[in-house]
Structure formats: C-alpha cells, structure tokens
C-alpha cells in the first residue's frame, strides 16, 4: 500500500478503531450475561416448588436474563459513547448514510463494503458504481487519481449541493495526491444551499473531509465532526444512537436464546 492511500484511509481507520470499542464491550456484556444465565439455570433450577410447571421455572431464570441483556450493554456501550464521542458518532452515521443514499438512487442497490484495497481494485474492475460518489472515493482510494479526477466533471453540477460535493471531491483528490486541499470553494457551495435538514446532514461530509488534516497534524478530530453534528436540527433515520443500538440489539441478545433453546431442550423439554 502506498502512503498516499495510507494517508487516505487513515482517518477511517482511527474512527473505527474509537468506535468499535463500544459495539466490542456491548457484544462481550452480551455473552458474560448468557453465560451467567446458564450457570444460574444449572444452580437454581431444583429451588423452585415442585409444583410450578417447568415452563413457570424457565421463564423466571430467562425473564431476568433478557431484561439485563437488553440494559446492561447498553449502558456499557454508552459509557464508551458519551459527549463528542457520540456526537462525532452520529455525524459519521449521517455522512455514511448520505454516501449509501447516493449510491442507492444512482444503482437501485446498496453501497458494497470495501474494508481492504484489493477489494476496492476487484469491484472497480467489474465497472460498478458509475456516477456514484463511492465509486470515485474508491478511485481514491486504490491512487487511481487521474481516473477518479476525469469522472467529477460528469457529475450534476446546476444545484448548489451538487456543486459542493463536486468540490468536495475534487478536494479529495488533491489530498490524496499531495496531503493538502483547500475547502474553501466547497464551504461556498455549500453555504449556497439554502436551510434545510438536507444542508445540516451535507455539512457531515465536509466537517469529515476537513477531519483529515486534523488527524494529519495530531489535532483533536472529532472535533469537526462533533461541530457538525451540533448544527443539526435533526437527524435522518438510523443515523442516532438509539437507532443503532436498536438495529444492534438482536446482536446482544442472540447469544440468550441461543443458550436458552439449549437449556430448555436438556434440562426443561
């Protein structure tokens, strides 16, 4: 890998790594409070009244389980996620689902997942993505810059928000290749657009392009990110905290009913 598209993907990289801890804490609190119920199940299940049907048994081991399973992680993942964090957190979530929205009204599908550079190469050669803004950050990405820079001219450019994700682009680019970029002409566009929830959530992408040079320099940049995240009067769906936490509960509690349906075919069925 070159140092440019080191330099490129740098930025991801640190917010994953500072994101991940929070998901990794809630998954493992998941698995301790699975593991606690069937140690427990084992322990207590001959001190109910002989009388209580086995049904009656299970679900006052299982029902104190499920709540704590669906809390406890929770908390533990908030605890990872407070304050910027979670401010910069939800404005990443903004600008990845405005990135997938693209991609989605350009294709009629959704954005693949390219966590390595060969990945990128393979998807790229297949022509996908055409038009997309995934696809030129992936040009980036691979340091086909050349290529990434004669595609931004084809994009729409008669709305202001276009013009600004143009810019932005270009900027990219630019960055790539030499470390540097001036945001000026995309601040511009983008102040062009007139107020609007659309305006507050187009400001993610520029707040996490300006991020670059922060992490480049060793500043603080969630910084940024937590701005923009600020300045929002609202948040598209999926973007917040709670609706991750929500998408992600099934996650947590996957592993309960899995040592659940365990527990009841050996010890209850």
Known sequence: MTSEQQRYEALGRAIGRRFLRGLYACVGTSLVIAFVFGVATGFFRDEF????????????????????????????????????????FEAFNVFALLEAADYRAAT???????????QARRWLSRGEGYGTRH????????????????????????EPIDRFHQA????????????????????????????????????????????RLVYDSGGDWLQPLADARAAMTSLP?????????????????????????????????
């Open 49 to 88: 009244p002989p009388e209580w049907p086995r049904w009656l048994v299970f679900a006052v081991l299982f029902l104190p389980s499920l709540v704590a399973v669906t809390t406890i992680p929770a908390f533990i993942q908030w605890l990872f996620m407070r304050g910027r964090d979670l401010a910069a």
């Open 108 to 118: 009629g599908r959704r954005p693949p997942a390219l966590a390595k550079v060969g």
């Open 135 to 158: 696809r030129i950050r992936a040009l980036i990405w691979v340091g086909e810059l050349n290529a990434a820079a004669e595609s931004l001219p084809g994009f729409p450019s008669s």
């Open 168 to 211: 932005l682009l270009r900027q990219e680019v630019e960055y790539a290749a030499t470390g540097q970029m001036d945001l000026s002409d995309a601040r511009t566009e983008l102040n062009g657009v007139p107020p609007s929830p659309e305006r507050e959530w187009a400001a993610t992408a520029l707040a996490f392009t300006s991020a």
């Open 237 to 269: 769906k999926g973007a917040s905290y709670r609706d991750r936490l929500l998408a992600g509960l099934p996650l947590g509690i996957a592993p309960l009913i899995l040592i659940g349906a365990v527990i009841w075919l050996v010890q209850f069925a």
